[in-house]
């Protein structure tokens, strides 16, 4: 593999199981390769507004992508057509990796870089045959904290209890309910070759449903959906607030429960503690067995963190193993991740896993991901940012475009991220009043029921802000 364009083709494949399919329309693949310059990936893009887009959303998605492929620590360079165009006098833009004959170092970590990606190119061929390739029962690591989930999940996949339907599955973000599903995905398919098995995210539901509203499709949407013999969907907690969506996927869900259709679910919380979710589905989601994941211990964290050296064909000596799992108590992501960085820096530097290594990578992943309170000021500045405005200009009575708009979504999102009362929000954006802010947090729920592009990029600032 030698072409760029086959690099990038392989992150963006990578990237479609982590965002929306319209996200991914709209931003990632219309994506340029345009060269691999060290450790810098050049790309390029339209316009000013996407290369933003790509910036302040997906650029830390995308350097991680090439990362994991190409096997070293990659800085992302975005360029523009007019950009590139403006530059096209004073330099040559290869079309391959290649790196040039009398750089020895760069030609050695290529050649490293090579292997890696065409062991690479062989795990996501499979990863996108199949789902997650390593997310089966065999590779989850079970322990106190979820042994009676995996119990539950492995009796679903195999038909054994009727009784279990709906599975709901809640515990906090990065605990293993995904890699749970895809283990009954798995091994579903395995002994019922014939099912039809459906995994979607809430958030692809609800995208799948507004497309077949706005093309007047909404008999395929229901066949597709109700024809299933069983249906996993991941992080339902999202359909809340939501009215079209909750209707239609309160009678998708009566329709498969009906007929003895398996349904799985999972959320961040238990029904009960999901505000504005409906109280016919919270019920519905009661009918069967609730089960949560807990933060795995000390021996759980050090065998997530073994199997995940194994499957990147890396040893982990037991002192440093002990090391990652003492100081990464609440996140199996934060493992596997220590896990990735570790082996990036074997490869990019040649440094063997060391406890040295172990602790420059907390350091890295404690500050990466160090939880700041979600301010009015944080929130509008995500949204100044995806809209290429300023903050002073949102808080401003400017009625130019792209103002008003990016005013009433961030009006919606504080509303959405802080359950501030309407007069608080009010007075944070220069005192405009009650009506204003109705009007606001009104106009922007009906756009993005209706306009998927709009919707994508509200789910993507809200997503971002949570995320930091």
């Given at each position: ?63 991680k ?20 165009q ?19 170092a760069?030609?050695?970590g ?16 499979e ?11 065999d ?39 995904t ?28 995208n ?5 509203i ?38 998708t869900?009566n ?7 398996q349904i ?77 960085k ?5 490869y ?65 999102v ?44 509200v789910?993507?600032?809200i ?6």
């Amino acid at each position: 593999m030698e072409s760029f364009s086959e690099v990038l083709n392989l992150v963006k494949n990578s990237l479609k199981s982590e965002i929306s399919d319209v996200a991914f329309q709209c931003w990632i693949s219309p994506i340029e390769a345009i060269k691999l310059e060290g450790s810098n990936a050049h790309i390029c893009v339209a316009n000013p507004f996407h290369k933003d887009i790509l910036n302040n959303q997906y650029k830390n998605k995308l350097e991680k992508g090439f990362t994991e492929i190409l096997g070293f620590p990659v800085n992302l360079v975005i360029q523009t057509n007019e950009e590139i165009q403006q530059n096209i006098d004073q330099q040559d833009i290869p079309k391959t990796i290649l790196p040039e004959e009398n750089n020895d170092a760069e030609l050695e970590g290529y050649n490293k870089a090579l292997d890696f990606m065409e062991t690479q190119q062989n795990k996501l061929n499979e990863t996108l045959k199949n789902g997650n390739y390593d997310y089966t029962f065999d590779t989850f690591i079970v322990g106190s904290s979820n042994n009676f989930a995996y119990a539950a999940c492995k009796a679903v996949a195999q038909k054994n209890s009727a009784a279990y339907n709906p599975l709901f599955i809640h515990g906090p973000s990065g605990l293993g309910k995904t890699h749970l599903l895809y283990a009954i995905k798995h091994e579903f398919a395995k002994n019922n070759p014939n099912a039809n098995i459906i995994y979607v995210s809430s958030e692809t539901f609800t995208n799948e449903l507004i497309n077949a509203i706005q093309k007047q499709t909404i008999g395929e949407f229901r066949n597709k959906y109700r024809k299933a013999d069983i249906l996993l969907i991941d992080d339902i907690q999202f359909i809340a607030g939501k009215e079209s969506t909750q209707e239609e996927f309160f009678h998708t869900f009566n329709e498969l429960h009906q007929v003895g259709k398996q349904i799985v679910l999972t959320s961040d919380r238990p029904p009960k503690d999901i505000k504005t979710l409906e109280d016919r589905l919270k019920n519905r989601f009661e009918w069967g067995l609730l089960t949560d994941i807990g933060l795995p211990d000390f021996e759980t964290r050090i065998a997530i963190i073994k199997r995940k050296a194994d499957l990147l064909n890396i040893n982990i000596p037991d002192d440093v193993a002990q090391f990652i799992a003492s100081k990464l108590k609440n996140n199996i992501r934060q493992l596997e991740g220590a896990v990735k960085k570790i082996k990036a820096y074997k490869y990019y530097a040649g440094s063997n896993p060391s406890l040295s290594v172990a602790q420059t990578v907390i350091k890295e992943i404690l500050n990466d991901n160090q939880p700041a309170p979600v301010t009015v000021e944080k929130i509008i500045e995500e949204v100044a940012k995806t809209y290429s405005v300023t903050p002073e200009d949102i808080r401003s009575n400017k009625r130019t475009a792209p103002l008003p708009i990016a005013r009433q979504v961030s009006i919606y999102v504080v509303r959405e991220i802080t359950q501030m009362t309407q007069a608080a929000i009010g007075d944070e954006f220069g005192g405009r009043d009650h009506a204003t802010i109705v009007y606001s947090i009104q106009k922007v729920q009906k756009i993005i029921e209706k306009d998927a592009h709009t919707k994508a990029i509200v789910d993507d600032i809200i997503k971002n802000i949570r995320d930091k």
